[in-house]
Every structure is written in C-alpha cells, then in structure tokens.
C-alpha cells in the first residue's frame, strides 16, 4: 500500500490529536479473530472527536472508525478509544494500521504538524504451531503528559507481561506512513528509552524550546522457537511530552538502591522475599509515592519522603523472564504534577538478558499481499504525476490543498499532472472516497 491516509467524502480535517496506539487482544483463536482498538489522546479544547480516520486490517480489508467522544484527562488532554472484532483467514504477518488528519498544531520536532496525520501501526504474527501474541501489552502506569524543562525526565513506558514473552523497547521515528517519517523529524539530544526497563530518559537542555514534543516507542514481543527469539508482534506507542517551565522539582534518588544491581535488578528466586528502600527529594512539601507491576506480591508503605517495599517470589509465579516494577513519585505544583519514575526489574532465577534486534517494519512480509487489489492513487509522496486504478471514472477531479485551495485536474491515461502544485499534502477527492497525499 502506498498511500498515506483515506478519509470519507464527510470528513473534517481539524487539529487536534496528540498521540495513540493500536492494541489488539485474541478473543477466538479458532478462527484468529482479534478485538482491535484504536485509542488516541488529544487536545480537549478542540471541537473534533476521534474518528473518520481509516483502520486498514492488514489483510487488504479497511473500514472508516466512527466519531466517539473524548474522556477529559486534564485541562489539556483527553482520550478517545473505538473497538472493532476482525477475522483473519489464514495464519500470517499482518500489520494493522490506522490514519487520521491532523495533529497537533506547533509540535517542536515535527514539521507542519498542523497539516500532518496521526499515523498508528502494529503488528501480529499468527502462527498456530508457535507461540502468538494473546494480548497487546498494555503500559503499567498511566501516561505521563508533562515534563519539566532543565530537569531531567523520567517516564515509565514499561508494559505488563503477561505471555512471560521477552520485551525490547526502541525509539523509532513519528511517521506519516509505513517507513515514511513525518516532516522535519528529530529527537532531541538526550532522549533515551532503556531496552529492556522501558524507562524514558530527557534531560532538556537550553536547546530544547518549551512545547509539544512527540515520540514513538516501538515494543516488540519475542517467543523463543528453536533456540532463537523470534518476534510475534509490536507495537508503536505515539506518545508526547509537554515541556513546562515549572517551579519546583522532585527525584527519585535511584543510586545504590538495595538490593538493586547496576543492571536495575535483583534477583528473587522461589519461595523467598525481599525488601527495599526508594527516597526521594524535592523542595519542600509533600510527595505521593505509587507502585506499579505485573508481579502480584509486592507490598509498599510511605513512610514521609521514602518508600518501604516488600517483595515476594513463589513457585507459582517463577518464571522465565522478569517482572518489571514501576516506582512513581509525584509531586503537585498547581496547576501541574511533576512526576519521577524509578524501574527495576525481578528475576525468580539468575538470567543474563540477550542482545535482540527488533526488525524494521520493511522486513516484515504481509500475509496474502499477493491478494491486494487497493484502487489506490501511487506514488506517494509523489513529485510530478500520480497514478490511479482503472476503478476510477470520472475524467475531471479535485484536489484540495490543507488550506481549502481546490485544484481542479484531468485523469489522462489514468494519470494526473501534479508537477506545477506548490510542495506540501493534499486531498485527491475521487468518487465518494478522500485520498491524502504528498507532494515533494
């Protein structure tokens, strides 16, 4: 598939969403039909609600999401989520993708965020002789939105296990489309995500303006098939900072945490327990501690400005890969909260983690690609001509540039002439479908 985005004849482009995922739980493995939702944060002072963008199944099927109303979070942020069940037919790779004009306007690491899509993918490999991937994993602490400039950032972006599948986290670019990257992309100096914790790291420099910023987190699942980790889904987690000149300040104080290795570790084999000690500092006031994890028995009491942990390991709950527990710290300065997190994890028997490469999405080949039929425009981004499908009839068309301009052009030869339009997106009205595209 090579086009960015398809919109309904009804749509309304508008500025408004922030980040968001694609997550997927299997609720009948006999015909491999997946509950798959599409959940997306955006601005609550906007009058345009999720949907209308389209899910594409991977599978050469599509559908048009419905409108849904946002949930407020804060006086910035809601969220949107819409469901829908999907057959596949036949084991296979399938990567599921999701389309919808416009982010946020003003994004400081993203070009033209204001005539930019929201573009969401994941992945599935559905395999009925390996392991598959159950259940999307899901993040262990609620979001984090803000972050505070000059102070160094730590987010947890850490999700439950429930498979006992091995987990890896990667920074990847925001993107527009499949292996095309939004406009004018970059992360900023500083910015790391640890591979294995899934702690996001950002100490902003007086480089950094303060802002919007968007990030992607690429999270793989790994099953062990004859003696190598093979990867049976991802997903990509858009998620954004917004950096804050904020009064205040407060942190974990995560060195020489006992018993914690240099690796954020310990190890807890079966039938015994484990405790420990988290501080923190801050200016003055008071601090709330929470404690998040995909290990049941853990039990915390504040005492003040620290945090008493107490950890226990059983047979039942021995297994192959650790648990992650997730320490958060927030501190309330009206009207923001500054939050610190602190990940380590829990071994129930000595393990040395092994270096895994998450492939690239242009490796991965789609189930039943051969059967794709798309009526399409292509290429896209395209420079001087775009192609069309026989499909389409009408001679004359329309293209609407992100400002309202409308170009009228001539199908020839099931082509059309878009060399003298200025560089930037557009829509291609055919038919009573919508087609967003790139001119370079």
Not at 58 to 65: A, P, R
Not at 138 to 147: D, I
Request: aromatic share 10%.
């Amino acid at each position: 598939m090579l086009v960015i985005s398809v919109f309904s004849a009804n749509s309304l482009w508008a500025t408004h969403l922030r980040s968001g995922e694609i997550s997927y739980e299997l609720i009948d493995e006999s015909n491999f039909t997946y509950k798959i939702t599409v959940k997306a944060y955006n601005d609550v002072n906007s009058e345009v609600r999720l949907g209308d963008g389209t899910l594409y199944f991977g599978d050469g099927t599509s559908m048009i999401l419905p409108m849904v109303d946002t949930t407020r979070l804060n006086s910035q942020v809601g969220y949107s989520e819409s469901s829908v069940t999907h057959s596949y037919g036949e084991p296979g790779n399938y990567l599921i993708q999701y389309a919808e004009a416009n982010r946020n306007p003003n994004v400081i690491n993203i070009g033209n965020s204001i005539n930019t899509i929201l573009y969401l993918e994941s992945f599935i490999a559905i395999n009925d002789e390996v392991v598959m991937s159950k259940k999307s994993p899901e993040l262990l602490a609620p979001p984090v939105f803000t972050g505070q400039y000059g102070k160094e950032i730590n987010v947890s972006l850490a999700v439950k296990n429930e498979q006992d599948l091995k987990i890896r986290y990667e920074l990847v670019a925001c993107k527009q489309w499949v292996n095309i990257e939004v406009e004018d992309y970059f992360i900023p100096e500083g910015v790391s995500v640890d591979p294995i914790t899934g702690l996001f790291t950002w100490l902003p420099s007086e480089d950094d303006a303060i802002g919007e910023y968007n990030f992607a987190l690429k999270i793989a699942q790994f099953a062990l098939v004859d003696g190598e980790y093979q990867m049976v889904a991802f997903v990509v987690r858009d998620f954004q900072i917004i950096l804050k000149d904020i009064d205040g300040a407060v942190k974990i104080n995560d060195e020489d945490v006992e018993p914690i290795d240099n690796n954020n570790a310990l190890v807890l084999e079966p039938n015994n327990s484990d405790s420990l000690y988290v501080y923190a500092t801050m200016n003055s006031g008071e601090v709330n501690f929470e404690v998040f994890s995909d290990l049941e028995n853990v039990e915390a009491e504040q005492l003040n400005d620290s945090l008493y942990l107490e950890l226990e390991m059983t047979d039942e709950l021995s297994r192959v890969n650790p648990y992650i527990v997730t320490v958060r710290v927030t501190y309330q300065v009206e009207p923001d909260s500054l939050v610190n997190d602190f990940n380590f994890l829990v071994y129930s028997q000595p393990t040395e983690e092994p270096d895994i490469e998450i492939p690239d999405t242009n490796e991965l080949i789609t189930a039943n690609e051969e059967k794709y039929e798309v009526p399409l425009p292509y290429p896209n981004p395209a420079k001087d001509k775009i192609y069309l499908d026989k499909v389409f009839l009408p001679k004359e068309v329309k293209v609407v540039d992100m400002k309202g301009n409308v170009y009228s052009r001539t199908i020839v030869d099931h082509m059309i002439d878009i060399s003298h339009l200025p560089a930037g997106v557009y829509i291609l009205e055919l038919a009573n479908d919508r087609y967003q595209f790139i001119k370079e």
